[in-house]
């Protein structure tokens, strides 16, 4: 049993009891959230695509908490201008784990 849903402005994959991590949210840890915009629902034996959406189709997560991603760094640089530039970004996320994928 997997969902493709639609949240943050990314597409996931799931499946019940997997842990994945999302764009920053604003819960706290422990919280309960539903994800409604499912894009595919596949209950074993049979898939059901939306167009867009599959209707009574919902992902329930966890929590989890958040963090930093690892840290990527940008250096800009042009030739025989002295012109260099270096800068670093650590990207936040939010980790949850999926507790239900109700097919609809």
Known sequence: MYAIFRALGKQFRVEKGQTLRVPLMTEEPGAKVTFGEVLL????????AGQPLVKGAAVEAEVVGHGKDRKITIFKFKRRKNYRRKQGHRQRFTEVRVTDVKVG
């Open 41 to 48: 629902a596949s209950d074993g034996d049979t898939v059901r």
